[in-house]
């Protein structure tokens, strides 16, 4: 009789197993995905938020391998911030190594010729192509330990018609130079000097610029973090709405 | 075997065209998410395509969910 009762507990207990293994799987599942179980809910965001992460994919797809953020995704998300009222501003948090230069370059005009407010960050790195993304923003935020690297364009692969193709990265390198400029407060000089720098990096020439560096060159205009970035993109949205206030009086 | 090159380990060792074709942007709930084809034919997250950071919020976005094909 006990030994039934015994047996009878257990299966209990067994289907009491049973109903809680589905939950806690899935919350297995969850931590083994990302290392988080859940995550607070929030009203909707009139600022938005851009990533750009990992190297700059453009006309040439990058083994799998290789975290990318693709300029065909990009365009079409900053259309839809310029076209969709609710939404106010815009934070572009950058952490890159660089890449196409041609997609780095229309990333940056894209962003620069957005009529909402735009702030940027620097985290890590935001290096070679990085630089003109990150100037291409109204106001640009380095943190303290992010570094960004200077440095003359560069190919790889085949090249046909090398006069023609040296003479056209010459072309392109200037586009770069000349974005960097008129969007930030560097000199060209300056920008010049520190892209031809010899004896700073390992393998090529330039200079790695540190974040402080990087807003005593009049590269970045400050030096912050997140709570900066989001003061200053709401301070921008302020200022916007007391302007259109004003016109309409 | 070392190799003393230049060259980036992709262009001695190409990636297979398998691995590119596995991967495809695909809408779900209105959501653009870029997915990988995984061997048991269902789908795994890789990677949120959105500027909202409350979608982000969302846990059935997480990268390494997977959804059936």
């Not at chain 1, 109204?138 to 303290?144: E, L, M």
């Not at chain 1, 402080?212 to 921008?236: H, P, R, S, T």
Request: glycine share 8%.
């Amino acid at each position: 009789m006990d030994e039934n009762k015994g047996l009878q507990n257990k299966d209990e207990r067994e289907e009491k197993e049973e109903e809680n293994q589905p939950k806690s799987s899935s919350l297995v599942e969850k931590i083994q995905q990302l290392g988080q179980t859940n995550v607070p809910q929030a009203p909707d965001s009139n600022i938005h938020v851009l990533s750009i992460i990992g190297q700059i994919e453009g006309h040439v797809q990058l083994p799998p391998q290789n975290k990318t953020t693709k300029y065909e995704h990009v365009l079409p998300q900053l259309i839809a911030i310029e076209q969709n009222p609710k939404i106010e501003g815009l934070v572009i948090i950058l952490n890159t190594v660089g890449g196409d230069v041609e997609a780095g370059l229309a990333l940056s005009e894209m962003i620069a010729s957005i009529s909402k407010p735009t702030v940027s960050i620097v985290l890590g790195g935001g290096h070679s192509i990085g630089v003109p993304i990150a100037v291409a923003s109204d106001y640009s935020f380095i943190v303290p330990t992010a570094t960004m690297t200077i440095h003359p364009i560069r190919l790889t692969g085949l090249v046909i018609g090398v006069p023609q193709t040296f003479e056209y990265l010459d072309k392109m390198q200037e586009r770069v130079i000349q974005f960097v400029v008129s969007h930030s407060n560097i000199k060209e000089e300056k920008f010049k000097e520190l892209m031809f720098a010899k004896g700073n990096l390992t393998r090529d020439i330039g200079t790695n610029v540190v974040g402080e560096d990087a807003v005593e060159y009049g590269l970045i205009d400050e030096v912050g973090g997140v709570k900066n970035a989001m003061k200053k993109v709401n301070q921008f949205i302020d200022e916007n709405q007391t302007g259109q206030k004003g016109v309409i009086q | 075997m070392i190799l003393y090159t230049p060259l980036s380990e992709t262009d001695i060792f190409p990636t297979s065209e398998d691995t590119y074709n596995k991967r495809c942007c695909v809408t779900h709930n209105g959501k653009m998410l870029y997915v990988e084809e995984t061997s048991s034919g269902s789908y795994e997250l890789l990677q949120l395509l959105s500027t909202d950071p409350h979608d982000f919020m969302d846990a059935t976005f997480n990268p390494g969910t997977t959804f059936k094909g």
